[in-house]
């Protein structure tokens, strides 16, 4: 079982839509998951940090199963600025290093 | 605070030269530096991880005499591709991590094509 696996994409929604994106890892002794973003062409950039008991930031929402070992991300009322890859993260040890899943390519129509 | 850069942005080699990648961190220690690629459509993939003053770590597939890694000091890290390939043709990411703090800062990458 891969490290990080996620949806293969690509979600293609329109604006205003709602969209979900999943995620399982395999080390049950993993502390640490997280949600970034990435660009086209760019470096990835932290978007959230998943906590035990699920966390929003704003539009973005969070969750954590550890039973099942699986982290999902929901992005309500999308915008054409999410169109973007996100990756699932999670540390190898304790908090690092980081490790990618393969990302899932989102994007958002007019 | 916490920026890290890489230099070059981008370069172009010929097949069999060797290509050197810095990564610094700006305003922070960085006691261990971590070296990833990206081929288009894929993810990140985790090539190696070093702690300053130590050999790196290099990950299972990772070639340690292709890919040399230097972290001789707490702002820089070097990864050097010798005798590169067109098959390198990659986008290299670095991300450093200062003593005590978990996160990782990533540097905006270093696209390299080898024709």
């Known amino acids: 079982r891969k490290e990080v696996e996620q949806d293969p994409g690509p979600f293609n929604v329109p604006e205003g839509a709602t969209v979900a994106f999943n995620c399982t890892y395999s080390?049950?002794?993993?502390?640490?998951f997280f949600w970034y973003r990435q660009d086209c062409r760019k470096e990835p950039k932290l978007l959230m940090s998943v906590y035990s008991s699920g966390n929003e930031d704003g539009r973005f929402t969070a969750q954590l199963n550890r039973a099942s070992q699986y982290i999902s991300l929901l992005i309500r009322d999308s915008k054409l600025s999410d169109s973007a890859t996100y990756l699932c993260v999670v540390p190898r040890w304790g908090n690092t290093p980081l490790v990618f899943g393969k990302g899932t390519r989102l994007s958002v129509i007019a | 605070g916490a920026v890290v850069s890489q230099h070059p942005s981008w370069v172009i080699c010929k097949s069999g030269t060797s290509v050197k990648i810095e990564c610094r961190s700006l305003?922070?220690?960085?006691?261990?530096m971590f070296w990833y690629r990206q081929f288009p459509k894929q993810s990140l993939m985790l090539m190696a991880t070093?702690?300053?003053?130590?050999?790196?770590?290099?990950e299972q597939g990772v070639e340690k005499d292709k890919f040399l890694i230097n972290h001789a000091s707490l702002t820089l890290s070097t990864l050097t591709v010798t005798s590169a390939h067109p098959e390198d043709s990659s986008f290299y990411i670095c991300?450093?991590?200062?003593?005590?703090?978990?996160?990782?800062?990533f540097g905006p990458g270093t696209r390299l094509t080898v024709t």
């Open positions: 991300s450093a991590r200062g003593r005590d703090r978990y996160e990782q800062y």
């Open positions: 080390n049950s002794a993993s502390q640490s």
């Open positions: 070093s702690n300053e003053g130590s050999k790196a770590t290099y």
């Open positions: 305003d922070f220690q960085a006691t261990t």
